[in-house]
């Protein structure tokens, strides 16, 4: 247990519920000036003449950072405390920022936005979520994603602020804003997420531990904080599938993130209809992160998990017909809702599967491989449209990876019967 544990003070209010917000406020900040970045799209390629696929290129680089440095961050945090580690991130991303306004050449883009919010939200992400874990058993579903909405409302945000901010000033003013903004609020709620519900005498849920059924007294640390060993989890079946599944979806799950507003003006449509989609991508993801997530609870985790994925291949498909502001606006809608659910419910799944103990890495190791999809996935896009000059190629490798994601977490065992038969004690 973290030296940060017994730092909350007892309030008459459930502490699990300030970590909650704090991290919705972490994740809205920092998705919020990642999410952005298709705003900031034809501002960087006219300023350093770059092609799509130079352009691109920023983004999955830092995509492919933050969610490959959960392999850091989230052991760190299990070891350590969230707090800290979620500060650094903070600071990451507003150096990167300020950074990225004062670039001269798009390889300093590169560095200062790749490195700079590739870092932050790679030390951020994880170890937010995976403190939301620990506070909650019945209801992390509910909890996960109501602090996982944060990206929803980032995603809806970020690009309507910075179109803003952009008309009102130019990107690099708009760059140089939105980084003072995550150093200054980003910090404070990254201050909030520590401890663990244990040093209250508490079970997650506030339930109070001599009623919890876990025969410990109080504040001492009880069964939820068991769980499986990372080598145990990494050499499971559940494991290998969940990060084969994860990868297959993420492999055109942050396209439209990058492309949509380029894609929206080669169809001869306004820019700001773009900026428009944007925003109900966001709106949709939260829906999906927040009022699912109850849901989930009630019928199952990983199944709903399966109808992300599913949905999301399926967007894809009905992106390649949309060509009007109507139905791009239901393709946009409905695939925030499908990226929503997914994320939301990815940190309360792999909790199911594998227990507390080391949820934090756990999640940051399965995120390795959305690192991979993220990577690829946006700049090839921006490749195959310089050579190809249409999205169809690429649109098409990511609606059928979606649906073969779908299909391996479909094939995935029940988690409390997979529990039960291999002796985890979760």
Known sequence: MSSETGSARTT???YGWVVVVATHLVLLLGFGAAYSFTTFFAALQNEFSASRGDVSLIFSLAGFLYFALGIVSGPLADRYG???????????????????SQSTTVIQVYIAYGL????????????????VQRWFDRRRGMASGFAVSGIGLGTLGGPLVAEMLIGGFDWRTAYLIIGLSVLIVGGLSAYLIHGTPYARGLAPDGIPLNQSGTGQQEGTPSAHLDGASVRQALQSKPFILLYLGFFLVSVGLFI????????VQDA?????????LMALVGIGSTAG?????????KFGRRPSLAVAFAGTGLMCLFWLVSDSVITLSIFALVFGTCYGWFVALAPAVVADYFGFRNVSGLIG????????GTLVGPWLAGVSFDLLGTYTLPIVVSAVAALLGAAVIVFLEDPG????????AT
């Open 12 to 14: 008459g209010v459930y």
């Open 82 to 100: 969230s707090r800290w580690v979620v500060a650094a991130g903070m600071l990451f991303i507003a150096i990167g920022l300020l950074a990225a």
């Open 116 to 131: 700079g919010v590739g870092l932050g939200i790679g030390f951020a992400y994880v170890p937010s979520v995976g403190a």
């Open 256 to 263: 439209p993130f990058v492309h949509l507003v380029p894609y």
């Open 268 to 276: 001869g449509l306004d820019r700001n209809v773009g900026v428009f």
């Open 289 to 297: 992160r927040f009022l699912l997530g109850g849901v989930a609870d």
């Open 365 to 372: 190791m399965l995120y390795s491989s959305v690192a991979v």
């Open 417 to 424: 019967a997979w529990r039960q038969r291999v002796a985890f």
